[in-house]
Antibody, heavy 117, light 113 residues
Framework: QVQLVESGGGVVQPGRALRLSCAAS????????MHWVRRAPGKGLEWVAV????????FYADSVKGRFTISRDNSKSTVYLQMTSLRGEDAAVYYC??????????WGQGTLVTVSS | DVVMTQSPLSLTVTLGQSASISCRSS???????????LSWFQQRPGQSPRRLIY???NRDSGVPDRFSGSGSDTDFTLKISRVEAEDVGVYYC??????????FGQGTKVEIK
């Protein structure tokens, strides 16, 4: 069965960096695009970034462009989100999700990022 | 960017009754391949989001047939028939036709009366 396990969240000061990881299993990871989606406290879902199956295409939300980098290691079935210059508005639960039919089909349990001095 | 607008933002439903959530997009979601990449998600309290519907009206595996998606062009509806207690949560529509970015609606909170 599809399993996605995020890690790497925590408390970070404004302006600092954090790297999230998402370990996948139960499907052929190298065949699927992967998304990161977040939900800030009291807010709705916000799409953050996507990476194609082979890493050749990456897209970002305007709110994170230039600060976040999505990457993947197909040999480890893992997708990453490198977050730099973190701001208060980046505080959220971050979910990774497997794409299917241009939609986040299966989601992990999420990892909480808190940005606070 | 495509703007997705849901209504209502909050809905209280009696057990066993039906509920409908509307979602409108700022431009047509019909893709050049003829498909409509409109999805619906459910997020129960304390849980991760779960996709219910993809490509307008296709139910994901394990999703009860009480959930159905319909619509066309720019107007879409999620219908929940015979609402059960486990249906409490926030529901989102999302478009994947005109990307990037993929865009979500604001969410509709469903409560039980």
């Amino acid at each position: 069965q599809v399993q996605l396990v995020e890690s790497g969240g925590g408390v970070v000061q404004p302006g600092r960096a954090l790297r999230l990881s998402c370990a996948a299993s139960g499907f052929t990871f190298s065949s699927y695009s992967m998304h990161w989606v977040r939900r800030a406290p009291g807010k709705g879902l916000e799409w953050v970034a996507v990476i194609s199956y082979d890493g050749s295409n990456r897209f970002y939300a305007d709110s994170v462009k230039g600060r976040f980098t999505i990457s993947r290691d197909n040999s480890k079935s893992t997708v990453y989100l490198q977050m730099t210059s973190l701001r208060g508005e980046d505080a959220a639960v971050y979910y990774c999700a497997k794409d299917d039919n241009s939609s986040p089909a299966r989601w992990g349990q999420g990892t909480l990022v808190t940005v606070s001095s | 960017d495509v703007v997705m607008t849901q209504s209502p933002l909050s809905l209280t439903v009696t057990l066993g009754q039906s509920a409908s959530i509307s979602c409108r997009s700022s431009q047509t979601l019909v893709s050049s391949d003829g498909s409509t990449y409109l999805s619906w998600f459910q997020q129960r309290p304390g849980q991760s989001p779960r996709r219910l519907i993809y490509k307008l009206s296709n139910r994901d595996s394990g999703v009860p047939d009480r959930f159905s998606g319909s619509g066309s062009d720019t107007d879409f509806t999620l219908k929940i028939s015979r609402v059960e207690a486990e249906d409490v949560g926030v529901y989102y529509c999302m478009q994947g036709t005109h990307y990037p970015p993929w865009t979500f609606g604001q969410g509709t909170k469903v409560e039980i009366k």
